[in-house]
């Protein structure tokens, strides 16, 4: 299976769960080749592989896929996890800035997805069938008033993913997202260990957020064949901080 965005985070965490399980994960990294090797020393099990390809770029994605698929033998679940999280509010960005947000968060978190979907479906064939889950987010229902090219891309990313799930199911294959609010990632950490850290814990009945290894259960359930059947599903993993 391959994990995009794996080098750390919910991607890490993700990439853990499925070699605990005894599968063979092909860990995607875009710009750290360090921190994606740390994680594949730390994963159990053999015959882990490194695959990397920046996500806006069509042409290293398609062969980052089919690298993956080439050194695993097959795939037979594809996450899409890599995604990138860029601050440009409305009312205090500039237009050359609003750009280039707007152009790289698409072109990772929802064009990205797109292409790696693309590339995996013929191996996801040959495999017999198998899983594509998107990491999404809370953002695209709930709203990112200070990255709104992040929520947009996760909405895109959702409905993707369903239409997806209609071309796919005939050839057993289901696709699903599960969508985190905020997670204790270092992404996060900077919002999380601040001065409104405690107003976004309160946000969940829980009062805290969410942990990588959380998301990465939903995943891993949404991956199984037990899942099958839910195919074009967005579950929600946001500590009951958004309900629709």
């Known amino acids: 299976m391959l994990v995009t965005g794996a080098s750390r985070g919910i991607g890490r965490a993700i990439a853990g769960a499925f070699a605990e399980r005894g599968d063979r994960v092909a860990v995607h990294w875009g710009s750290s080749r360090e921190r994606a090797e740390r994680v594949l020393a730390e994963l159990p099990g053999e015959g882990h592989v490194l695959v990397q390809a920046d996500m806006a770029d069509a042409a290293e994605v398609a062969g980052m896929v089919d690298e993956a698929a080439a050194a695993l033998d097959g795939l037979d679940v594809l996450v899409n996890n890599a ?7 409305p009312l205090e960005t500039s237009y050359d800035d609003w750009q280039a947000a707007w152009s790289q968060t698409l072109a990772v978190n929802l064009v990205g997805a797109a292409n790696a979907t693309f590339r995996a479906v013929p191996h996801l064939v040959a495999a017999g069938g198998g899983a594509v889950v998107n990491v999404s987010s ?9 990255n709104p090219a992040y929520g947009a891309s996760k909405a895109g990313l959702n409905a993707f993913a369903q239409s997806m799930a209609l071309a796919l199911a005939p050839h057993g294959i289901s696709v699903t997202c599960a969508a985190p609010g905020f997670v204790q990632t270092e992404m996060a950490r900077e919002v999380l260990d601040g001065p409104g850290g405690d107003a976004v814990r309160a946000q969940s009945p829980f009062g805290r957020v969410a942990r990588p290894e959380e998301v990465a259960s939903a995943v891993l359930w949404l991956a199984s064949p037990e899942a099958r059947f839910s195919s074009g599903t967005v579950v929600d993993v946001n500590g009951a901080s958004y309900l629709r």
């Open 138 to 146: 809370r953002g695209a229902f709930r709203g990112e008033p200070n």
């Open 83 to 89: 995604g990138v999280f860029t601050a440009h509010p």
